[in-house]
């Protein structure tokens, strides 16, 4: 038992994920894993000593897998599994220096992420963190005409930074509110996930300008660093609703105070931002139309679940040799 023990392929688990995933790697009699079993991030002294000649890393966004990591890991390392759709927490250049192939979660998250984003949206263009706010602490004095009045989504035009699979599977949810037209931008045209929403490919400039909401769902890439900034806000409308579920380093947050203090726009609502957590004393949380959630947009029993077995699932076909299930191309 130990000699078989002592010659399976040796993972490090950085975060108590979810079940499932858990399950999968105990039954799989494939791998010996050590796992940071707590709901917080493992301190990074501590990752670096645990990760010291491991086959394989599962890891979650927190952790940052850089050069550092990699060398303290050392030449065992082959595969490195994230569970996350987003990969802008990984040296990608590194790795594939290294020869590590990358496993990550798509799809799984896609109806989670699209159903906050719609949540979000209402809640920030109906101002309903205020309302219930005034509702609670005596604000509500009478019905009156035009108190606690947002922007509603019928007639609308609804703009997209990034068109994915998130993207569209947020214009089918927002559809049947009655959205006239579907825009949206990205490095190019994406036809065909374009026609399954029937959205047109306008410029950076014209996205701006013409959606009454705008809806970031684009990759943290060295391109979209910082993209939502004073430039942006200042040509779209004083209607206008941002909502950001995508990554907080897209948005240049001190522009986006400047246009939400100063009613350049009307609302923004983001379960992303920079840093995570934001501080409780950031300028934003004093704004009432700004709507901040803490990263929750995958946050849904089903989802964790299947990111985490999607993510053990990814690791183990990588330590097999075989392609995984879900692999990024580096
Ligand atoms: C991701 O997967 O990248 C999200 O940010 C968390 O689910």
């Known amino acids: 038992f130990h000699r078989a023990m002592s010659i399976l392929p040796k993972v490090y688990v950085t975060r108590?994920?979810?079940?499932?995933?858990?399950?999968?790697?105990?039954?799989?009699?494939?791998?010996?894993?050590?796992?940071?079993?707590?709901?917080?991030?493992?301190?990074?002294?501590?990752?670096l000593k645990k990760v010291k000649g491991c086959d394989g890393i599962l890891c979650v966004l927190t952790e940052k897998i850089d050069a550092q990591l990699l060398d303290a890991a050392g030449p065992n390392l082959k595969v490195l599994s994230?569970?996350?759709?987003?990969?802008?927490?990984?040296?990608?250049?590194?790795?594939?220096?290294?020869?590590?192939?990358?496993?990550?979660?798509?799809?799984?998250?896609?109806?989670?992420?699209?159903?906050?984003?719609?949540?979000?949206?209402?809640?920030?263009?109906?101002?309903?963190?205020?309302?219930?706010?005034?509702?609670?602490?005596?604000?509500?004095?009478?019905?009156?005409?035009?108190?606690?009045?947002?922007h509603e989504l019928a007639n609308s035009t609804v703009g997209i930074l990034g068109l994915g699979r998130i993207g569209v599977a947020i214009a089918e949810r927002l559809k049947p509110f009655k959205v006239k037209k579907f825009i949206y931008t990205d490095v190019e045209p994406r036809p065909e996930l374009a026609n399954m929403i029937e959205a047109e490919y306008v410029s950076l400039d014209e996205l701006a300008k013409e959606?009454?909401?705008?809806?970031?769902?684009?990759?943290?890439?060295?391109?979209?660093?910082?993209?939502?900034?004073?430039?942006?806000?200042?040509?779209?409308?004083?209607?206008?609703?941002?909502?950001?579920?995508?990554?907080?380093?897209?948005v240049n947050q001190e522009d986006l105070y400047e246009a939400l203090s100063t009613g350049l726009i009307a609302g923004a609502g983001l379960d992303v931002t920079t840093p995570e957590p934001l501080p409780t004393h950031h300028p934003l949380f004093t704004l009432k139309n700004c709507v901040i959630l803490p990263h929750i947009a995958s946050a849904s029993?089903?989802?964790?679940?299947?990111?985490?077995?999607?993510?053990?699932?990814?690791?183990?076909?990588?330590?097999r040799g075989e392609p995984m299930p879900k692999e990024l191309k580096l």
């Open 16 to 47: 108590k994920v979810p079940p499932d995933g858990l399950d999968i790697l105990r039954k799989s009699g494939q791998v010996q894993f050590e796992m940071w079993d707590s709901d917080d991030p493992v301190p990074r002294v501590e990752l």
């Open 82 to 150: 994230t569970m996350s759709v987003g990969f802008d927490h990984l040296s990608l250049d590194e790795l594939k220096k290294r020869g590590i192939r990358v496993g990550y979660t798509p799809e799984v998250l896609t109806d989670a992420v699209a159903e906050l984003t719609v949540a979000l949206l209402l809640a920030t263009s109906r101002r309903l963190i205020e309302a219930t706010h005034e509702a609670k602490t005596g604000g509500w004095g009478t019905w009156r005409t035009l108190w606690l009045c947002g």
């Open 211 to 250: 959606s009454d909401f705008l809806a970031i769902c684009c990759a943290l890439t060295p391109e979209t660093h910082g993209i939502c900034n004073w430039n942006l806000f200042s040509k779209m409308k004083k209607n206008a609703i941002f909502i950001n579920t995508s990554r907080g380093g897209v």
């Open 301 to 319: 029993y089903t989802t964790r679940n299947s990111m985490s077995a999607l993510a053990a699932n990814n690791l183990l076909a990588g330590l």
